[in-house]
């Protein structure tokens, strides 16, 4: 009997999204620390000098509100911070400023792309804590990140594999940032994920004791860490040991979860009503305005090209949000279908994933890619090109005819100039047994003879019109 056949995996998933306001939550410095100097981003507020009081950012109310919306939750209007106590070295006022009896985003749910659904429990508004490095023994702290805006998105206990952990964190991280409420950078920690999952018998009513696993910052962590803790806990019980409630550590280098501390229940965070801030009480009228302006959702771009596209194309689009807003611009199906092609199999090869970092080509560009393929001007290798050359900083901003004939790719279609080409191939001395042998019923050696066309033509000939005058005139 296999381990998931004995024992029901239960994972639910506590996801920290950072906000991207242009400052902190409680302070009027910067919030986008990237590349910066460590604590160069902060104030008297985020290193707790006495007497300093919080201001509240409006704009991340209303972000929370946005990001409310895309989780299909409910807002709610009335909302207010709490004081989570715990003393540690990038937590300086010793307390961090949340939301636990009275969150400001309430029950909603995630659909799936497989089909499923997890429901939300809940997602509180938070400050971030700093950030610590450990480097030959040391400790170094980086207060930059302390005060950072964040929505914690609690889920409920829906998920019971891997492979739906994966997935809900994939869809969850879609969702934030087609919401245009994060950078989501998970390499910069923009959004990190905390796995709680616990086995139980299967056909148990009642759940096992769970780990949780801290600070994952990639679906493929999520992954590989909830396979080896659901190896890990089915291991034990099968010894008839105990799971230990705890808080874990995961390592990519060794693919294992490690043991950091026992994990403490709420109280033991004394959480108390904060006081520096008073109660939030949110208009109906914000909540409107933000549903109004929320931007399309991924599962919109679903329906609009699922069925054009294939779902498995469509999902590989969907995680680069500037390429399937771009499609949804030039509503012809069949232009939708060849440029999505190019965008698969040329801008997201290896060697081209960098242009995804300048500007895309325009929308009149790419139709008229489209219709000088469709009119044969331009070859489909003609075409790619033509589209890599989009994004060449000195030929970006030409149309795309004038960048074609600079690169020397538009096709020769006048049917009489064709036949003088053929006329002067089907001359020379190297062509004549290839002639014969096609007269002959040697069908391959047409390929031969459409080479040569090509080559006299110097690339320019269109290939199919060239085959059919072969074929008329050597019949």
Known sequence: MTDRAKYL????????????????????VDNDARGKEPNSCVSPVDYALPGMLPRLNKTAIRYAVRAGLALNSTINL??????????YPDL??????TQLFHPIIGEGYVELPSGGKVRIEHAHLEEDAGKLSHESGDSLVDLNRAGTPLIEIVSMPDIHSAAEAREYTKELWRLMTYAGVTFGDLYNGNMRFDVNISLAPEGSDKLGTRAEIKNLNSFRSVERAVEYEIKRQSKLLDKGENVVQETRGWSDATGETTSQRSKE????????????????????KVVDEECENLPKMPSWYRSQFNDILGADTVEILLDYRPLIEKLAELENTKAVKKIANLFSSVLLAEENTSLLNDELPTKDQ?????????KSELSSTGAKEVFLKFFDPEMHY???????KELGVVQENDLGALEAIVDAVLVKPETQQAQADFKAGQEKVLGFLVGQVMKESKGKANPSAVQDILRKKLS
């Not at 790419?366 to 469709?374: D, F, G, Q, Y």
């Open 9 to 28: 995996p239960t994972i639910g998933i506590e996801c920290h999204v950072q906000l991207c306001t242009k400052t902190k939550l409680f302070s009027e």
């Open 78 to 87: 009335s909302s207010r911070f709490d004081r989570k106590h715990y003393f």
């Open 92 to 97: 300086p006022k010793g307390y961090q400023i």
């Open 265 to 284: 229940e709420a109280q033991d965070y004394r959480y108390m009503p904060e006081p520096d801030i008073p109660p939030i009480r949110l208009e109906a």
């Open 366 to 374: 790419l139709l008229t890619l489209v219709e000088m393929n469709e």
């Open 398 to 404: 030409k149309d795309t005819r004038t960048i074609a």
